[in-house]
């Protein structure tokens, strides 16, 4: 029953038939075959291809008649059981491709039928038991690329008749055994009709090959990849013409068998009448036969050498053997050789990402003469390209989130088919020399990036390109069409840019597209408008993704017609989409659609009898599962679970007319809710009041915009002398998603905000506010600002429930008490809490962990500052914290020494110790590199001396000697005056939080 997919088979509570010798269950997904040792007549059993994990299971061997067992490809796991010993009869044991570990047991030599042993890609380690020679009546043996194996390649000189030995891709070393397979009977090795195969290629084994060799008639000698010095002349001659497949003869030349010294070729040999094996070129050599490539093992420790050196290698997380010269290169951590041998061999691979590398990457890394993969992502390092046109045979190059602002130079790179630029800062447009890469580059990734201006159309000379994404760039004009056209493109993300303008239809014509994402969830501006093209002839399209965007017109008749995916995902919600759902979409398998948010007319209830579409949820909530109704509404537009049922409106209302909508309103009048604002809260005076009252295009008034033209999507009305008391109309617009008021004496109430399921962004600062009841309904908000107002009493524990937020500000209100536990808002980046009343200890905040600015500044906080007070913040991060005039005591916790890049300001406690291990050459930047310069003072003056600051941060602004300060650091005052008068130390206290917020503004907001 081999290849029944939909079987749940189960042995336990089976009863076998008596005479079942033969058991076919493989590629069924069977997950255990617990209770098959009841089959006990079973003499052969398959159970390849399925899904089993865990322990090889003992039952297996109560089979006492097994001669052939099958269980390759699973995840089998743990030691082969010395208990294999007792299944006598087996002849064929073929366990490849599983998770076995530990050493291959003895007890396998007491098999004295087994014929094929084949237990390659699998994990064990050690040295081959020298039981295995016993096994005379054994034809293939294999332990391919187990990597671990060790010692010496055993004679197996009893075997009468092997047809294959496969030890390839291990560490097997030494010689080979002189009577290395002398047990072949001349009947059988003189026969070519007989072809012996032995794979060897890729360990460490040394000196010259078993002369005894030359009799076999047909060998496949794969011998590559190893140390061997030379090829005996016996097996070039003519006699030896069968060999390597007939290429010996064919090709008349030793080199189809290995290339010889000081030769190489990318397989270690020939194959083909168009090929060579290539001289090794100056002040380069190749020590053995068969190698992929010649080396330069000088120049190769050099450029290791010089990384470390450069990128402050003792400070390295993992750095196992580097820079011990008796240590061979290949067994650095992170360094890989050709062959996977531990050697000086050539270096294929270099493997340092988040392993603390921090400086500038030596250009002479580019020029290691077989590097293929170089991946030194999530490091704070510079990589200069000036030098990446010597990287001759660089093909993978990972460099996501380190510190490079530009990849000028990079184009030049002359093999790259797999780049990875992720969460980079670089800004701008793309260079132009980039486009150089077009012939070789295949799989690409440009996300959480800045890059900026059109995509440009010579994308389209990217034939290779597989994979492209550049999610959350800036990238803006119209979506270039050349994508269409490339024939192998499968995964294209353009989502969270800034594009506008139509799709054309060419995108509709794709034969391996897979992923087409550009939705506009988050970011203001001109979006892509047009009609929706049909993506008629993209059959494997599996996730389509334009939601929130400005798309027009109907739904295409054709749409989606070719697609064959079983679970096909579509987002096209939040569009200006209209008309009829096409009925031609029931001719698909399965599909889950998002259309809600449109101006959808007609619905046809045949959708309602898919009851496995929209991921199952049609068989639980019927035609609601795709969209409300007219007449009734959901928070989603659609119910996807219990809690967001489609609610019907109240008649009266004139309800909406469309399908999938979020609210009763039929048609929202935008245009007199803002009238509503300029009347009550006096228009008349504001500062700015252009074109308000004045036309009917909302669009055009001063400090509105729009998502689509005529959809309010921010309004900005900050220090315009609003007053009042706005109206909660506001909340009914629900394409919101940023309102500025800050800087107003309005009365603003947050009754039904709840409303406004899009409001992102919320300023109300400077407005007087006294309290915000009704806060923790705008479960939507990500940033949060409410300094400078009158807000007292305990911290508000509604914002507690605004779980989305990363940026909240409360600084210079009245607040007291102790502070809350900050873990339900585990997405906080930054949190501003100075200048109020909060007492108690500076606790709340170890659960948080993307925090990258906290100010508690100026509070009434007591205490130690606690051992987890940031536990879960990344070392690698920068943050910055305020903990500037309370009344703190005892020391700074030793635990803060894991941060890289923090920046703390402690002035005006009561702090009496600092330990020197915070101030010493790990820490050199903190505070802005001013730990560096000037050590422990950087952090805080110690007793005896005092600075306005409370620390040394300039050279014009060292700690002064101050007598009276006898026992307390960071100190601003001496004998009772302050040390020196400043306007601006609010500010310069406050300098890396206004950086910080800064760039969190420009990311989020754009």
């Known amino acids: 029953i081999r290849g029944n997919k939909g079987l749940s088979l189960k042995f336990d509570n089976v009863d076998f038939p008596e005479r079942l010798t033969l058991l076919q269950v493989s590629a069924t997904g069977l997950t255990s075959v617990a209770g098959i040792g009841k089959a006990t007549s079973l003499k052969e059993l398959h159970f390849t291809e399925n899904d089993i994990a865990g322990p090889f299971l003992d039952e297996i061997f109560d089979l006492l008649s097994m001669e052939r067992l099958y269980i390759s490809f699973n995840k089998i796991s743990g030691p082969l059981p010395t208990k294999i010993g007792l299944l006598t009869d087996l002849r064929e044991f073929y366990a490849y491709t599983n998770e076995m570990t530990g050493i291959i047991p003895s007890e396998l030599g007491n098999l004295a039928n087994i014929e094929n042993l084949v237990l390659g890609k699998n994990n064990f380690k050690g040295t081959l038991p020298a039981s295995l020679n016993n096994l005379e009546n054994l034809k293939e043996f294999s332990v391919y690329r187990n990597k671990a194996l060790t010692g010496k390649v055993l004679d197996f000189s009893k075997a009468t008749k092997l047809e294959k030995l496969d030890l390839e891709g291990n560490q097997f070393s030494g010689l080979?055994?002189?009577?290395?397979?002398?047990?072949?009977?001349?009947?059988?090795?003189?026969?070519?009709?007989?072809?012996?195969?032995?794979?060897?290629?890729?360990?460490?084994?040394?000196?010259?090959?078993?002369?005894?060799?030359?009799?076999?008639?047909?060998?496949?000698?794969?011998?590559?990849?190893?140390?061997?010095?030379?090829?005996?002349?016996?097996?070039?001659?003519?006699?030896?013409?069968?060999?390597?497949?007939?290429?010996?003869?064919?090709?008349?030349?030793?080199?189809?068998?290995?290339?010889?010294?000081?030769?190489?070729?990318?397989?270690?040999?020939?194959?083909?009448?168009?090929?060579?094996?290539?001289?090794?070129g100056e002040n380069e050599e190749a020590h053995s036969?068969?190698?992929?490539?010649?080396?330069?093992?000088?120049?190769?420790?050099?450029?290791?050498?010089?990384?470390?050196?450069?990128?402050?290698?003792?400070?390295?997380?993992?750095?196992?053997?580097?820079?011990d010269n008796s240590k061979p290169i290949c067994s650095w951590f992170g360094v890989e050789c050709s062959g996977g041998n531990q050697d000086n061999a050539t270096i294929t691979e270099i493997n340092l990402p988040a392993n603390s590398l921090d400086g500038t990457m030596p250009d002479m890394i580019f020029s290691l003469p077989a590097l293929k993969t170089l991946n030194l992502k999530e490091n704070s390092l510079f990589i200069p390209f000036d030098n990446i046109a010597r990287a001759k045979t660089l093909e993978t190059l990972y460099i996501s989130d380190i510190d490079i602002v530009s990849i000028e130079g990079i184009g030049k790179a002359p093999a790259l088919k797999e780049l990875h630029l992720t969460a980079n800062k670089i800004t701008g447009e793309i260079p132009e020399d980039f486009y150089d890469l077009a012939d070789t580059m295949e799989f690409l990734y440009i996300a959480y990036n800045s890059f900026s201006g059109p995509l440009s159309r010579k994308f389209g000379q990217f034939k290779n390109l597989k994979d492209f994404y550049a999610y959350d760039n800036e990238f803006t004009g119209?979506?270039?069409?050349?994508?269409?056209?490339?024939?192998?493109?499968?995964?294209?993300?353009?989502?969270?840019?800034?594009?506008?303008?139509?799709?054309?239809?060419?995108?509709?014509?794709?034969?391996?597209?897979?992923?087409?994402?550009?939705?506009?969830?988050?970011?203001?501006?001109?979006?892509?408008?047009?009609?929706l093209p049909s993506f008629s002839n993209v059959p494997k399209l599996e996730a389509l993704y334009l939601d929130y965007n400005n798309l027009a017109g109907t739904i295409p008749p054709s749409f989606l017609k070719s697609s064959l995916s079983s679970k096909l995902r579509v987002t096209i919600s939040h569009n200006l989409l209209s008309g009829k759902v096409?009925?031609?979409?029931?001719?698909?398998?399965?599909?889950?659609?998002?259309?809600?948010?449109?101006?959808?007319?007609?619905?046809?209830?045949?959708?309602?009898?898919?009851?496995?579409?929209?991921?199952?949820?049609?068989k639980d909530y019927d035609c609601d599962a795709f969209m409300c109704p007219p007449g009734f509404y959901g928070i989603y537009g659609r119910q996807n679970s219990t809690d967001s049922p489609c609610t019907r409106c109240d008649l009266s209302t004139n309800p909406t007319p469309y399908w999938g909508s979020i609210s009763c309103d039929s048609v929202i009048d935008e245009k007199e809710i803002l009238e509503l604002l300029y009347n009550d809260c006096g228009g008349d005076d504001w500062h700015r009041n252009d074109n308000w009252l004045e036309n009917d295009d909302t669009c055009t008034w001063y400090g509105i915009e729009c998502r689509d033209g005529n959809t309010v999507q921010a309004i900005n009305l900050g220090a315009n002398n609003l007053v009042g008391t706005p109206p909660g109309e506001l909340f009914r617009l629900h394409q919101l998603h940023s309102l500025w008021l800050h800087s107003n004496p309005i009365d603003f109430r947050f009754k039904d905000i709840g409303d406004a399921k899009n409001l992102v962004e919320l300023r109300l600062d400077s407005t007087g506010l006294s309290d915000i009841f009704g806060i923790g309904d705008a479960t939507s908000l990500i940033k949060l600002d409410l300094k400078f107002n009158q807000i007292s009493g305990a911290f508000p524990t509604e914002l507690l429930k605004l779980d989305k937020?990363?940026?909240?500000?409360?600084?210079?209100?009245?607040?007291?008490?102790?502070?809350?536990?900050?873990?339900?808002?585990?997405?906080?980046?930054?949190?501003h809490l100075g200048s109020n009343r909060f007492s108690g200890e500076p606790t709340g905040f170890g659960g948080l962990k993307y925090l990258l600015n906290l100010d508690l500044s100026d509070n009434d906080l007591v205490g130690t500052i606690p051992k987890n007070f940031l536990r879960n913040i990344s070392a690698r991060k920068p943050i910055a914290v305020d903990l500037s005039s309370n009344n703190l005591s005892g020391g700074i916790p030793l635990e803060l020494d894991r941060?890289?890049?923090?920046?703390?300001?402690?002035?005006?406690?009561?702090?009496?110790?600092?330990?020197?291990?915070?101030?010493?050459?790990?820490?050199?930047?903190?505070?802005?590199?001013?730990?560096?310069?000037?050590?422990c003072d950087a952090i805080m003056c110690p007793p005896g001396k005092a600075n306005y600051?409370?620390?040394?941060?300039?050279?014009?602004?060292?700690?002064?000697?101050?007598?009276?300060?006898?026992?307390?650091?960071?100190?601003?005052?001496?004998?009772?005056?302050p040390v020196v008068k400043s306007s601006s130390t609010r500010l310069v206290r406050g300098f890396v939080g206004i950086v910080i917020s800064s760039l969190f503004s420009g990311i989020l907001w754009g």
């Not at 937020?805 to 949190?831: A, K, Q, R, V």
């Not at 703390?904 to 009496?912: Q, S």
């Not at 050279?955 to 004998?975: F, H, M, V, W």
Request: charged fraction near 25%; aromatic fraction near 8%; hydrophobic fraction near 35%.
């Open 478 to 531: 119209p979506i270039p069409a050349e994508f269409a056209g490339l024939p192998n493109l499968r995964n294209l993300v353009l989502a969270e840019n800034k594009f506008s303008g139509t799709i054309s239809e060419d995108f509709s014509y794709m034969p391996q597209l897979s992923l087409f994402s550009a939705y506009r969830r988050l970011k203001a501006g001109p979006k892509l408008t047009g009609p």
């Open 949 to 977: 600051h409370g620390r040394h941060s300039a050279e014009t602004s060292p700690c002064r000697k101050c007598a009276s300060n006898t026992d307390l650091y960071g100190q601003i005052t001496c004998d009772g005056e």
């Open 176 to 280: 080979l055994p002189n009577n290395f397979l002398g047990g072949l009977v001349e009947t059988y090795t003189s026969n070519a009709d007989n072809e012996i195969i032995l794979h060897l290629a890729d360990n460490q084994l040394v000196g010259t090959l078993p002369e005894g060799l030359a009799d076999i008639k047909n060998l496949y000698l794969d011998i590559v990849g190893n140390k061997f010095q030379k090829i005996p002349q016996s097996f070039c001659k003519p006699s030896q013409s069968y060999w390597m497949s007939g290429k010996v003869g064919e090709l008349d030349s030793c080199d189809a068998i290995a290339c010889p010294q000081n030769r190489y070729s990318e397989s270690g040999r020939i194959s083909a009448a168009d090929e060579e094996c290539k001289r090794c």
């Open 582 to 618: 096409p009925t031609e979409l029931l001719s698909l398998n399965s599909l889950n659609i998002e259309m809600e948010g449109n101006k959808i007319t007609q619905f046809d209830n045949r959708f309602c009898d898919n009851l496995s579409w929209m991921n199952g949820l049609v």
């Open 289 to 323: 036969v068969g190698s992929y490539s010649c080396t330069k093992v000088d120049v190769e420790i050099t450029a290791l050498k010089k990384l470390y050196q450069d990128t402050i290698g003792d400070k390295w997380d993992s750095k196992d053997n580097w820079m």
């Open 899 to 935: 941060l890289e890049e923090l920046v703390i300001y402690l002035r005006d406690n009561k702090f009496t110790e600092l330990s020197p291990e915070l101030c010493n050459e790990d820490n050199r930047d903190w505070n802005f590199d001013e730990v560096g310069m000037f050590g």
């Open 805 to 831: 937020l990363e940026s909240l500000s409360l600084t210079d209100n009245n607040l007291s008490g102790g502070l809350p536990d900050f873990t339900s808002l585990d997405s906080l980046i930054s949190l």
